[in-house]
């Protein structure tokens, strides 16, 4: 089946520092999302995507659907306290029979350099 | 406007028993997907309810299953428990089945 690569596993972070992550499927996909989860929680969408090429934008947040459509990318800019989190990407597929359902990368974990 | 409401938030089991998990989709939402997200990995699909029937199931056995009714909520139930049920699960809700989905806050599942 499909699966996700997620990279990289886990990056420190300064504040005021821009953060870059991105996942790679070996199929394409129809649509790309990209969540956070704090400890505790559920994941919160952040941005999502439907089409290949497309570069969206939420606040500090930029995501990019890679032209293949085997491929997104997350940016953060000026990164503060609250980026801290486990970023996950997610895959969509429009037809097939995995129709609907999304399948999660392993995470990006954020934390605060010491 | 209220989110996707869980219950429990926790839950604790022996081995052996059954449980149900209930979800609230978003008002407006009619799809609601269930997932299970074992401690340091990405969710993994249960199944999808649209129109109080179940449309798509990932690799999970029988013991798994689920009901959706005519308000839209749902309930997932697992069957003779194992250890390696206890994990967190996750309910999304959409408009559809191919919009994008959001998230409950969980319900933590431990069995003993």
């Known amino acids: 089946g499909q699966q996700l690569n997620q990279s990289p596993q886990s990056m420190f972070i300064q504040e005021g520092e821009d953060v870059s992550m991105n996942c790679t499927s070996s199929?394409?996909?129809?649509?790309w999302l990209w969540y956070k989860q704090d400890p505790g929680e559920g994941p919160v969408l952040l941005i999502a995507l439907y089409k290949a090429g497309e570069l969206t934008s939420n606040g500090r947040l930029t995501a990019q659907f890679g032209i293949t459509r085997k491929d997104s990318f997350l940016n953060i800019s000026a990164s503060i306290p609250s980026d801290v989190g486990i970023y996950f990407c997610?895959?969509?597929?429009?037809?097939?029979?995995?129709?609907?359902?999304?399948?999660f990368g392993k995470g990006t974990k954020l934390s605060v350099k010491p | 406007d209220a989110g996707v409401t869980q219950s429990p938030t926790h839950l604790i089991k022996t081995r052996g028993q059954q449980v149900t998990l209930r979800c609230s989709p978003k008002?407006?939402?009619?799809?609601v997907s269930w997932y299970q997200q074992a401690l340091g990995q990405g969710p993994q699909f249960i199944f999808q309810y649209y129109e109080e029937e179940e449309r798509q199931r990932g690799n999970f056995p029988d013991r798994f299953s689920g009901h959706q009714f005519p308000n839209y909520s749902s309930e997932l139930n697992v069957n003779a428990l194992l250890l390696g049920d206890s994990a967190l699960y996750l309910c999304?809700?959409?408009?559809?089945?191919?919009?994008?989905?959001?998230f409950g806050p969980g319900t933590r599942l431990t069995v003993l």
């Open positions: 999304a809700s959409s408009l559809g089945r191919l919009n994008e989905q959001f």
């Open positions: 199929s394409i996909f129809n649509t």
């Open positions: 997610a895959g969509q597929n429009a037809y097939g029979g995995s129709q609907g359902n999304l399948i």
């Open positions: 008002s407006g939402h009619d799809t």
